[in-house]
C-alpha cells in the first residue's frame, strides 16, 4: 500500500540501468546481489519512515547514513515526493546497510522517531528494547547446579512428577542457538518428515538427562521449557539418550561430546547445552 502510493517510484524498473546512446534500459544485477523481494522491503521501509515523520529531511537522514556517504548533488531530487530520481535509487538500492535499516523502520516506525541526546541515552535505550525482547521469550527459572530453564510456553491440565510417564517433542541446541538435531519439530536436515513424532519419557529413569528431568517437573500438557544444563547433568547421565536419528546431527553431538571429554591434544571444557522439551501428551 506504501508503494502503491508513490507513483515516482517504479518496482519493476529498479536495478535497471539505461544502455549508453540509446535511452533504453536493460536489466542488470546488481553488485550486492540483492532480490526483487529485498528491494521491494527497501522502498517499504524509507517510505514508512517517511510517512511517520512527515518530513523528506528525514528521509535524507535515513539515506544518508544507510549509503554511508554524503548525498550526492545530483540526486537531490529523490527527497522531492512528485518526482523520484531513478538514479539515485538504483545507487541505493545497492547497498547492503540501507536494506537492514529500511526494513527496520518498516517494522518499527516508531523507532524512526525515537530520540536520543547522546551516545549514553542511545544505549539505554537499546537495552531497554532488548529487555523487553528478552522478556517477552518467556521467565528464566534458576533451579540450582548450574541449571536453568525457560517457560517457553505454559501447558494445561495436570502437573508431571516422579513416575509420570509423557511423550515429548524435542530440540537440543548450543548455548548460542545453533541447532544440533530434534525430534518431532519438521527440521528439513533430518532426512524425513518428522512432524509430529514422539519420544517417550518416563521421569526418573533417565530417559532423558537428569537436569531436564528436574526441569520437567511440574510441566503440564503442552508446555515447553528450553533447559540449559552443564555436562555432568547433561547427557552423560542418561546414557546420551535421546541420540539424533540422522547422520548430520550425529556429527553435530560429536564434536559436543568431543569439546566436554577432550582429545588427546587439549582437556575438555564444561559447555553447557540446551535442550527444549515439548509435552504432547501424558499417559494415565
Known amino acids: 500500500a506504501l508503494v502503491a502510493t508513490s507513483p515516482g517510484l517504479d518496482l519493476h524498473r529498479i ?33 514508512a519512515a517517511a510517512r511517520s515523520t512527515g ?16 548525498r550526492r548533488p545530483e540526486c537531490d531530487e529523490a527527497l522531492r515526493p512528485a518526482e523520484t530520481s531513478r538514479a539515485w535509487w538504483v545507487h541505493l538500492f545497492r547497498s547492503r546497510r ?14 524512526v522517531e525515537a530520540k536520543c541526546s547522546n551516545i549514553d541515552e542511545c544505549r539505554e535505550l537499546g537495552d531497554k528494547r532488548s529487555d523487553e525482547l528478552e522478556r517477552a521469550k518467556g ?4 533451579l ?6 525457560r517457560e517457553v510456553r505454559v501447558g494445561t ?9 509423557v511423550d515429548i517433542t524435542y530440540e537440543v541446541r548450543k548455548t548460542g542457538g545453533d541447532y544440533i538435531y530434534s525430534l518431532g519439530r519438521g527440521r528439513p ?17 533417565k530417559d532423558v538427562p537428569v537436569a531436564v528431568e528436574f526441569a520437567m517437573e511440574g510441566m503440564r500438557v503442552g508446555g515447553i521449557r528450553a533447559v540449559e544444563m552443564p555436562p555432568w547433568l547433561g547427557f552423560e547421565t542418561s546414557d ?34 540446551v535442550m527444549e522439551v515439548e509435552v504432547v501428551r501424558r499417559k494415565e
Open 15 to 47: 536495478g535497471q540501468v539505461p544502455t549508453s546512446g540509446t535511452g533504453s534500459s536493460r536489466s542488470r544485477p546488481s553488485s550486492t546481489g540483492s532480490s526483487s523481494a529485498t528491494r521491494i522491503a527497501i522502498a517499504a521501509g524509507v517510505l
Open 55 to 70: 518530513s523528506s529531511r528525514s528521509i535524507d537522514g535515513i539515506l544518508r547514513l544507510a549509503v554511508g556517504q554524503r
Open 98 to 111: 540501507v536494506a537492514a535499516l529500511a526494513g527496520l523502520a518498516a517494522a518499527f516506525p516508531a523507532a
Open 139 to 142: 521467565p528464566i527459572v534458576t
Open 144 to 149: 540450582g547446579n548450574k541449571v536453568r530453564y
Open 157 to 165: 491440565g495436570p502437573v508431571i512428577g516422579q513416575g509420570d510417564e
Open 189 to 205: 536436515d533430518v532426512g524425513r518428515d518428522d512432524f509430529g513424532e514422539t519420544y517417550k519419557v518416563r521421569l526418573g529413569k
Open 240 to 273: 546420551w539418550k535421546p541420540a539424533p536419528g540422522n547422520f548430520s546431527g550425529k556429527q553435530r553431538m560429536d564434536r559436543y561430546r568431543a569439546l566436554i571429554t577432550g582429545t588427546g591434544l587439549q582437556s575438555g571444557y564444561n559447555a553447557k547445552i
